[in-house]
């Protein structure tokens, strides 16, 4: 009978999704075709879709069950598609009352950087802050060690809360009076969550690999020897740490539902995307809601100049830019911290091959892509009419770490029994050592994968729902748009990742983007090319048709580069207040370029408007003085100037048999810092690596206070948290 009941009930659900590099949106879509397969009524929207749908007012939000799914960027902060939402919901004007709302999280993170999984964990605490009840247990899944670990058991766990949660809606109580139904994923060591918690507890170890749920009231916080700052996402409230790992064991079902076979591998995803040839028709014109610049509507910036800032023998290459945005205002407002988006494309000669692997026989045809179900909307990436040369240039990621759910398509379209072996192997949800060794470990492109099982030919339609967007890249702003008007400085390295394991041999993985804006700079002629640039070409017609292709040329030789403006939305890399407060600033290799824009922000603000500087420091850190010293004639000049007062670089291959770091620099004037911050009330900013360097700088600052208050790592550590969460005072951009 109960069963009969939910069957005749009205299933619906709202799926919101807010997603930077595609994943969560990606999810969030595998989640829609699933629910529709499984009866329910499910809607999909992003979060910036918050206003349409009505969520800014009181009766707006939905009585059905919510399903957030949404990753964490930056210190914690929201994805650029959920700034909005969560900024309306943290501040709550209309005081709105989320009682009636019944609710779940997937949220996606990577313990490599601090505060994990800081925006879901905050999201969760608010909306039971508001009054919503969560139906069923948060799913916190970690890049670092495959997000399947924990997406795959909380789908599977899903459709049993939500067949407890209609049948208790359905049957006892209305929605008004109902009582929030958890249906935990339980775990070998302790009882599930209860519902009347309101913030996990415990922080995650840089160790641990297993997968992570929200942790019982009972659990206790980690030990304080980890290295992992915390940076609280928004100006107002410390984000809830993270909790502590533990690996899902599957529950028994709802009352009445019918229990799925263990799965051993990842589910062939739902294909529910087409392409459409639309001939000769025009390019579709795209309705703008807003003039504003965005990664969907960026502005083509003409560059002004550009140069290296690395001798030829340097270990790593790295170019300085110079663009122009006398054209737009958007740029103007921007400030030391904040960052720049670059639009960046595929490398054509790869395409071009993945095109031909995958038997595409006019790649200059004309499509479009259309939702097979109703309700679903494209992905903002593949709307509008465009070729398949420019679909797999500049929409898809073809280099990004394959998902199973890719590898899964790739199996289910082999033809040779032992390659659709090797690819289930991969796919298994039990073993991950295969899928450690040859994918995490040799990170193969969409094209190596191609190559590798001849005997694949997936249909361009699945591999549309499983391959994600081709995500801008974030460079930090490297100057003061009041010291240079009208003006963008960046500085990148030329990424190249060294792999030496098989199946895929010996090779160099190159990053996409900064070797693309390198390309474009010699082939323009901006900058020269050097005898190691293999791959760049002297045509003067095939650098002409290139860079037309591109529609970054206005055919008189000035490029332009796509960009757009990306706020520091949580305020923690933007100056103090006062200029008096003192600052130290850590920033090895590029990380200095935020630091550049500080000094001439500090120059600026002292020679034209006659402000009083306070103490600041900046520590740098290269390989050699004479090949990679960053900016060396500035930093010198504002040191001279008294723009800052001290100037510590840290030479790490300089000298024989001793490799120096900017954290070991940072020992050498332990008791200076240790004034400062603990008397001066000075603000720590560290930028650059996340893996190493943070974690070393952090280190520092331990061992500091332990020497200066004699206190033990356990406190020195509490110190150091207590600078980042509560008083905002080391901020970090890694």
């Known amino acids: 009978k109960c069963q009969e009941l939910m069957d005749e009930q009205k299933k619906s659900l709202y799926i919101l999704f807010g997603s ?5 949106e990606s999810i969030a879509h595998r989640l829609f075709n699933l629910c529709k397969d499984k009866g329910y009524e499910p809607e999909l929207h992003c979060l910036d879709q918050w206003q349409k749908l009505g969520l800014g007012e009181q009766d707006g939000w939905p009585k059905c069950p919510m399903l957030f799914v949404s990753s964490s960027t930056g210190a914690g902060d929201p994805p650029a598609n959920a700034e909005r939402f969560w900024r309306m919901l943290r501040r709550n004007a209309k005081k709105i009352t989320l009682d009636t709302v019944h609710f779940t999280i997937l949220g996606l993170g990577d313990t490599n950087y601090d505060n994990y999984q800081g925006f879901p964990l905050s999201l969760w605490k608010r909306l039971i802050e508001l009054g919503a009840r969560p139906f069923y247990e948060q799913g916190l899944a970690d890049d670092a060690t495959g997000l399947e670990e924990v997406v795959e058991p909380w789908i599977d766990g899903l459709w049993g809360a939500l067949d407890k949660h209609f049948l208790s809606q359905g049957t006892e109580t209305t929605p008004q009076e109902s009582t929030p139904v958890v249906t935990p994923l339980n775990t070998t060591t302790e009882a599930a969550p209860s519902v009347t918690e309101t913030a996990p507890s415990a922080a995650p170890s840089a160790t641990e690999t297993t997968p992570s749920i929200v942790p019982s009231a009972t659990e ?40 799925a076979p263990a799965r051993t591998h990842v589910d062939l995803p739902v294909c529910s995307l087409k392409i459409v040839s639309v001939g000769d028709s025009e390019e579709e014109s795209v309705s703008e809601t807003s003039t504003a610049i965005t990664k969907d509507h960026p502005f083509f910036a003409p560059v002004t100049s550009a140069k290296r800032l690395t001798s030829p023998d340097a270990a790593k290459e790295v170019i300085h830019v110079e663009l122009d945005t006398s054209e737009k205002s958007d740029f103007s407002s921007l400030m030391p911290g904040d960052a720049i988006g670059i639009v960046t494309v595929n490398p054509q000669k790869f395409v071009e091959k993945v095109l031909a692997r995958l038997g595409v026989k006019n790649p200059d045809e004309k499509v479009k892509v259309e939702s097979t179900n109703a309700g679903e909307e494209l992905p903002v990436h593949l709307r509008g009419i465009f070729t398949l040369r420019e679909l797999f240039s500049k929409k898809l990621d073809l280099t990004v770490m394959p998902k199973r759910n890719l590898l899964r398509v790739l199996a289910e379209h082999t033809t040779n029994e032992n390659e659709k072996k090797e690819l289930m192997d991969l796919c298994s949800i039990k073993d991950r050592k295969p899928y450690q060794e040859q994918i995490e470990q040799c990170l193969p492109s969409l094209l190596e994968l191609l190559e590798h099982f001849p005997s694949s030919l997936p249909p361009l339609d699945h591999l549309l729902c499983v391959l994600l967007p081709l995500s801008p890249r974030l460079y930090s702003l490297c100057n003061s748009t009041k010291f240079h008007k009208n003006s963008i400085h960046l500085a990148f390295t030329i990424v190249k990742t060294e792999i030496n394991k098989p199946p895929y041999g010996p090779r160099v993985i190159d990053g996409i983007c900064s070797h693309w804006m390198k390309h474009v700079l010699e082939s323009s002629r901006i900058i020269p090319r050097l005898p190691t640039d293999l791959d760049t070409t002297d045509d003067a017609e095939e650098i002409s048709q290139y860079l037309k292709n591109l529609k970054i040329t206005d055919g008189n030789g000035k490029v332009s580069l796509p960009i757009f403006p990306r706020e520091s939305t949580h305020l923690t890399f933007h100056f103090p207040h006062s200029l008096q407060t003192p600052i130290i600033m850590i920033g090895p290799g590029t990380g200095v370029a935020p630091f550049r824009g500080f000094c001439q922000e500090r120059k600026f603000q002292k020679e034209v408007n006659g402000a009083t500087l306070g103490e600041a420091w900046l520590f740098f850190g290269c390989r050699n003085e004479n090949k990679d010293f960053l900016y060396k004639e500035e930093l010198e000049a504002f040191h001279k100037e008294k723009i800052i007062s001290e100037l510590v670089v840290a030479f790490s291959r300089q000298q024989e048999g001793e490799v120096v770091y900017v954290q070991h620099k940072m020992l050498e004037y332990g008791p200076q810092l240790y004034n400062l911050m603990k008397n001066e009330k000075a603000i720590c900013y560290i930028c650059g690596d996340a893996s190493g360097m943070a974690k070393g700088v952090r280190d520092s600052w331990v061992q500091i206070i332990e020497a200066e208050e004699k206190v033990t790592t356990l406190e020195a550590n509490k110190i150091v948290n207590a600078w980042a969460n509560e008083e905002k005072r080391y901020l970090l951009d890694v």
């Open 220 to 259: 206790t916080t980690p030990s304080a020897t980890e290295t992992t700052p915390s940076v609280a996402p928004s100006a107002t409230e410390a984000a809830p740490a993270a909790p502590a790992k533990r690996k899902f064991v599957r529950k028994a079902l709802a009352p009445g539902a019918t229990p």
């Open 20 to 24: 930077e590099k595609g994943n969560s």
